[in-house]
């Protein structure tokens, strides 16, 4: 049989290679002749740690704009692609759609006072890797009363150090109000960082560089805050020309994205609708919006687990002891509401 189907037509099992002089390769990266300060931060473990603390403190407090300027100064040092990716990505492109029915909607709502909406911007757990395709972020969208938490006595502070509980007090009472929101625009560079080569800083000798933190390592750190950078930009223009319902408070943050970070946006302590809210207890179910602390990546050239395994760690909520990692930890932070 003639594999051919005519003069000049490929082999079926035909494979291209790139031309190495030609084509940037998805591993290698060109390290810079001197060292970008970042690389030199990042040499030690606790370093890195302070630096990013200060980028999740710069969004958790709103200042978007100065964590934009910091992230853009770092950038302009780097050259590799996920770099180029970053510099293209400007705030404009990111786009919260859908935020314009929300007034409309409550409006109509009949149930209680609407006072607090966590917006959560994450990853799905299960993605599908396929050639060409854009990996879009996914938005995990709630709406509450004061009935699942007195929102309206609570203080902007308050709130935050809620988030940060194992079970914050509102988990699982949503209210069911058909609202929907999407977010455009950050699909290229949230699919970059998910097939980054460059997500590991081992620091044993093995990343191929000496003296400096892997510059490719370090374009990917940034470019993870400025995707949730982005984000909270894109969500304070929304809020900004549409505004939030009366005596509404959002929770807004990134989970699972490399750049955790949790915000609150609105009025201190904006209206008390402790009247009319319910006194009934609540009941502690499964987290929709919690920060996760940062640590240091894991080595990935450990035995992976079996895929039964993770699926067991990724669904699973039973409790264990504090000295095991906590089962369902990644559930709750990628719950979705039941409606």
């Known amino acids: ?3 051919y189907r005519g003069v000049g037509a490929p082999h079926p099992h035909f494979v291209s290679i790139p031309d190495p002089e030609q084509t940037e390769g998805v591993r290698a ?6 060292p970008h300060p970042l690389q030199i931060t990042f040499l030690e473990a606790e370093n890195e740690y302070a630096w990013t603390e200060e980028m999740r403190s710069l969004l ?3 200042r978007s704009a100065e964590a ?13 692609a996920l770099a180029r990716l970053c510099k293209a990505t400007t705030a ?3 786009v919260l759609e859908g935020w314009d029915d929300l007034l409309p909607i409550i409006a109509e709502w009949e149930g209680p006072p609407v006072t607090a909406i966590t917006l959560g911007f994450t990853n799905p757990p299960d993605l ?11 938005l995990l969208l709630s709406l509450y009363s004061d009935e699942a938490y007195p929102f309206s006595r609570a203080a902007n502070s308050e709130l935050l150090a809620e988030c940060e509980k194992e079970l914050p007090g509102w988990l699982g ?10 977010l455009s625009g950050l699909g290229p560079l949230n699919t970059a960082l998910i097939h980054s080569k460059h997500r590991y800083f081992l620091r044993d000798g093995r990343d191929g560089v000496e003296g400096r933190a892997p510059g490719g390592y370090v374009e990917f750190v940034l470019g993870s805050w400025l995707l949730a950078t982005r984000f909270l930009q894109a969500v304070e223009r929304a809020v900004s020309d549409h505004g939030l319902p009366l005596g509404c408070r959002l929770i807004s943050g990134a989970v699972g994205v490399n750049a955790d970070f949790v915000a609150v946006l609105g009025s201190d302590k904006p209206r008390d609708f402790s009247s009319t809210a319910s006194t009934a207890a ?5 987290a929709t919006l919690s920060m996760k602390p940062w640590v240091p990546r894991e080595d990935p050239t450990a035995d992976a687990l079996p895929a039964s395994t993770l699926r067991q760690r990724l669904r699973s909520s039973e409790p264990e002891s504090a000295a095991a990692p906590r089962r369902g930890f990644l559930a709750r932070l990628f719950h979705r509401p039941q409606r």
């Open 1 to 3: 049989m003639n594999a």
């Open 173 to 182: 009472q949503e209210e069911d109000v058909e609202f929907y929101c999407s």
């Open 29 to 34: 990266y060109r390290e810079p002749t001197v």
């Open 68 to 80: 934009d300027a910091r992230l853009s100064a770092e950038l302009a040092g780097f050259d590799g």
């Open 128 to 138: 599908v890797f396929e050639p060409g395709r854009i990996e879009e972020p996914e």
């Open 282 to 286: 609540p009941q502690a179910q499964f």
């Open 92 to 94: 404009a492109d990111a």
């Open 60 to 62: 958790s407090s709103g």
